[in-house]
């Protein structure tokens, strides 16, 4: 059993007869293709990639030493407006500048033509929240060079500068505040002195001493009350034995009134001794008229010597007298403790007085509290938020001069931009393998589907296939003279076709390495 030939294997006899046949066209399209793909690689436009890494620190060897008297402006958060402020129109006039474009003088619409592409070129990456990567591409090398160095710089410093600008922004809001709140304080601090000063009651401690004195007056009032009815409870037993008993009890004689007088005087004198010094009016003045009474009973008792008399008569010195010493002791302590009654309603008095007067003074004292409660209160308010701005202030201030000196948390290039010497993207390289490699594949693939779809026999088994009938003989191709030199000339056109063509790819690749394409 005869097996059916492979339709590839068969086919490729075909392919060598077609190829064969038109070898000159198969090699003008790959020519022109690879001619075609040379011109559009040496005028593809080449694309130069430059990058440039900067580092946002977040700390610097300085930040803990400080930490509590300063705060340090954050770079984190810089990096995260690194577009805004990159693409700020700032910085993008000068980018023109830097990257040649001004030097042609562009009008204002050019020039937002031309930040407007730029900005298409430029990518702006953050990693790890503190690494920004700034990347530009662009036709020509240097120009993607000092863009790029130029976007770095111009990101460092107008950072710089924010940060710088925000410390003083915020050193010179904190001062207008302080300086605010100092004369808060001062309006304060005199409505309070001016309230104290009119007011007595309004001073501090009046309270305290009030009530200490009304205190001690109540105490006052009250011992001087019970004092006041002990004595008058006296004054009244006194006056009931008084009247119970008789003013005269017996006859005396001169001495003997001198005696119970003598008597009387020396227990009195003995009384106040108990209480008050010897030199005590009362004192001193009842031991004279001791001595007066002693005095005169001895004048008296040399008189009875010289004439006696009986008892009960009358002698020369007087007439014999008759009394009770009960009843003059008993008036003479009734006198007293009646003139004690009315000192003791006397202090009584001015105490419930001088009362009246502290409780009045602590009534003023009460309606005055809640004015300098509030006076106080206000005070005190301002106090303390005085003394925190003027504390955070300082701390502004060491914010502001570590900024100034760049001392704080900084920026730092990472990855400086470099000269792109080597273009990225497709080359020119690229261009000419891709021409020659399609210049190869298009001609062989229109031949093979020329020689696939042809609908002419082209060989005795291709003929058998078609009839199934068997081929007994086949009559050869016999070239003649003038189909040599046709041949001739083809072969030649051919060999001419791919010279130029491998002419034209040194020719272009030699300018490209020399830089004069």
Not at 212 to 217: G, M, N, P, V, Y
Not at 373 to 384: F, K, P
């Amino acid at each position: 059993m005869n097996e059916e030939p492979n339709p590839l294997l068969a086919l490729l006899p075909v392919l060598w007869t077609e190829a064969r046949r038109r070898r000159v066209s198969l090699a003008v399209i790959f020519a022109a293709i690879a001619i075609l793909a040379l011109i559009v690689g040496a005028n593809w436009p080449r694309r130069y990639d430059a990058s440039v890494t900067i580092l946002a620190q977040k700390s610097s060897i300085i930040t803990p030493l400080m930490e509590g008297a300063a705060a340090a402006t954050g770079n984190t958060n810089r990096a995260g407006i690194a577009k805004a402020v990159i693409f700020s129109r700032k910085v993008m006039n000068q980018v023109l500048v830097a990257g040649g474009w001004m030097a042609k003088d562009p009008s204002p619409v050019d020039q937002d033509k031309l930040i407007q592409e730029i900005k298409a070129r430029t990518v702006v990456t953050i990693s790890r929240d503190n690494l920004i990567t700034i990347s530009y591409h662009d036709s020509d090398a240097r120009r993607a060079f000092d863009v790029t160095r130029t976007f770095g710089q111009l990101f460092i410093s107008e950072s710089v500068a924010s940060k710088m600008k925000e410390s003083r922004d915020a050193f010179d809001f904190i001062d207008s505040q302080v300086e605010a709140y100092r004369k808060k304080l001062t309006d304060a601090e005199n409505k309070l002195k001016d309230y104290r000063n009119a007011n007595a009651d309004a001073r501090p401690g009046s309270e305290a001493d009030t009530n200490a004195s009304i205190s001690q007056l109540r105490n006052q009032i009250e011992t001087a009350q019970m004092d006041l009815m002990e004595k008058r409870s006296q004054a009244g037993s006194l006056e009931r034995q008084l009247s119970g008993e008789s003013e005269v009890s017996a006859v005396q004689t001169s001495s003997g009134i001198y005696e119970s007088q003598l008597a009387d005087l020396q227990s009195k004198l003995d009384k106040l001794r108990l209480t008050y010094t010897d030199e005590y009016p009362d004192v001193v003045r009842t031991r004279h008229q001791i001595e007066d009474l002693r005095r005169l009973l001895a004048s008296a008792d040399q008189q009875a010597a010289k004439a006696p008399r009986a008892i009960g008569d009358a002698g020369s010195n007087g007439s014999a007298v008759q009394f009770n010493p009960l009843y003059q002791q008993m008036r003479s302590q009734l006198a007293n403790l009646r003139s004690d009654i009315a000192a003791t309603t006397a202090r009584l008095g001015a105490a419930q007085a001088r009362l009246d007067s502290e409780l009045d003074r602590s009534r003023r004292i009460a309606d005055s509290e809640a004015v300098t409660a509030e006076l106080t209160r206000d005070y005190t308010v301002n106090r303390d938020v005085y003394q925190d701005l003027l504390k955070r202030r300082e701390s502004a201030r060491v914010s502001m001069n570590l900024d100034a000196d760049q001392d704080g948390p900084s920026f730092a290039v990472q990855n400086p931009a470099v000269m792109p010497l080597v273009p990225s993207g497709l080359r020119f390289m690229h261009f000419g393998i891709a021409g020659i490699l399609v210049g190869l594949a298009v001609p062989f693939g229109v031949l093979f589907g020329f020689a696939r779809f042809d609908p002419r026999v082209r060989s005795a088994e291709q003929l058998e296939q078609a009839t199934s009938l068997p081929i007994l003989a086949t009559i050869p191709f016999y070239p003649t003279p003038g189909d040599h030199q046709r041949e001739r000339r083809r072969n030649l056109a051919l060999v001419a076709i791919v010279l130029a063509v491998v002419l034209a790819y040194a020719l272009l690749f030699w300018l490209k390495l020399k830089g004069l394409a």
